[in-house]
């Protein structure tokens, strides 16, 4: 993991220091422990079954998120050769926000996650393989790929009560 921290124009690997940083604005991050897989999981190409049983493999993190609110997950493999890849990058490397918690486990790859934070301050994280990021619901954020174009991830949802609810409104 690396954080470069726009207004002081600086940067750490220290994943202590890192962990401390974001802890300070809500946002969780760390380690996890892979487990072996006997193919890529960076091929777009895997069978439905055969991503369930992926994720099935990380109970040991779903029981974190499986009883809250809204509660859902979805597998994620983006790759240079995937041909939706940079369609999907168009929608998320803009700055938003969500109106659920996010949590990232980075199983293969690396990718960005970019925060404007409520202080004012702008910091930038690179997540790779082994490694977990919070995105808070209502956080103003981007996501982007390295250079590489490479990751796949378990991304886990869920709401708090801190969001207001996504109201649809037709302005015809």
């Keep these: 993991m ?3 921290y726009y207004n002081r124009k600086k940067e750490t690997d220290n994943l202590n220091l890192i962990s401390k940083i974001l802890s300070e604005y809500g946002i969780n991050s760390g380690k ?6 006997e ?3 960076l091929d777009n190409s895997l069978p439905e079954n055969t991503r369930i049983d992926l994720m099935d493999s990380y109970k040991n993190l779903e029981r974190n998120f499986s009883n809250l609110n809204g509660f859902r997950r979805d597998l994620v493999i983006l790759t240079k050769d995937f041909k ?3 369609f999907i990058l168009d929608k998320f490397s803009p700055i938003h926000f969500h109106f659920e918690n996010e949590y990232w486990y980075l199983l293969d790859g690396k ?7 409520n202080d004012g301050n702008k910091i ?8 977990f990021l919070q995105v808070p619901e209502c956080a103003w954020q981007w996501f982007d790929l390295t250079e590489d174009k490479n990751m796949a991830a378990i991304r886990y949802f869920y709401k708090t009560e801190k969001s207001p609810t996504k109201i649809e409104i037709d302005i015809g």
């Design 111 to 117: 990718c960005e996650f970019g925060f404007l934070l």
């Design 39 to 41: 193919y890529s999981v």
């Design 84 to 86: 939706y890849t940079n």
């Design 2 to 4: 690396k954080l470069y």
């Design 32 to 37: 996890f422990d892979l487990k072996k897989t």
């Design 124 to 131: 930038l994280v690179t997540l790779e393989k082994g490694e």
